[in-house]
T-cell receptor, first 114, second 112 residues
Framework: NAGVTQTPKFQVLKTGQSMTLQCAQD?????MSWYRQDPGMGLRLIHYSVGAGITDQGEVPNGYNVSRSTTEDFPLRLLSAAPSQTSVYFCASSETGRNTGELFFGEGSRLTVL | TQLLEQSPQFLSIQEGENLTVYCNSSSVFSSLQWYRQEPGEGPVLLVT?????EVKKLKRLTFQFGDARKDSSLHITAAQPGDTGLYLCAGAPQGGSEKLVFGKGTKLTVNP
């Protein structure tokens, strides 16, 4: 059972570089989301999607783009990396868009921006 | 913005002790979830509580949702080293928003 798969697990970038964090789920979940986790800050929602072709902003969307062309994939793009984007990023999916559903998380992608 | 305050932020205890972790808010939530996260992994759902006053038990873990649906607690009996991890509460705001609100977490260490 693959569940939610994130790549890469680790990445080091220089300020100004761009990159894409990949997220794929094989559970046919409609809802997918991206969080960042920083010490003392908990999990903060970046972007989310309630289905293919639909995306919306979360709490901290600036500096990030997303798209949802298929049900399975929800990539997160960093347009011009900044040291403030150093964090651990988690992709999560849920069977429905209702916020009472269980979130299934990937193992995380640790990003360092120098 | 609806906030969930978790306390304590850190907790270090000896194996066999009991502990309680709290999750409080001034806002009402339609449901509340508890997750556990181990180092290097993503959070995993432990339980969802949806009714005010509800109590759920999962082996040595007891979860309670406050009568007013503004707070929740997690009680662990006879803690074991395998309980070590970050415990996160997450609330679903009333009104049907898709966005769960997460607390900042309680980092629990159970020493053998």
């Amino acid at each position: 059972n693959a569940g939610v798969t994130q790549t890469p697990k680790f990445q080091v970038l220089k300020t100004g570089q761009s990159m894409t964090l990949q997220c794929a789920q094989d559970m046919n979940h409609e809802y997918m989301s991206w969080y960042r986790q920083d010490p003392g800050m908990g999990l903060r929602l970046i972007h989310y999607s309630v289905g293919a072709g639909i995306t919306d902003q979360g709490e901290v969307p600036n500096g990030y783009n997303v798209s949802r062309s298929t049900t399975e994939d929800f990539p997160l793009r960093l347009l011009s990396a900044a040291p403030s984007q150093t964090s651990v990023y988690f992709c999560a999916s849920s069977e429905t868009g209702r916020n009472t559903g269980e979130l299934f998380f990937g193992e995380g992608s640790r990003l360092t921006v120098l | 913005t609806q906030l969930l305050e978790q306390s304590p932020q850190f907790l270090s205890i000896q194996e066999g002790e009991n502990l309680t972790v709290y999750c409080n808010s001034s806002s009402v939530f339609s449901s509340l979830q508890w997750y556990r996260q181990e180092p290097g992994e993503g959070p995993v759902l432990l339980v969802t509580v949806v009714t005010g006053g509800e109590v759920k038990k999962l082996k040595r873990l007891t979860f309670q949702f406050g009568d007013a649906r503004k707070d929740s607690s997690l009680h662990i009996t006879a803690a074991q080293p395998g309980d070590t991890g970050l415990y996160l509460c997450a609330g679903a705001p009333q009104g049907g928003s898709e966005k769960l609100v997460f607390g900042k977490g309680t980092k629990l260490t159970v020493n053998p």
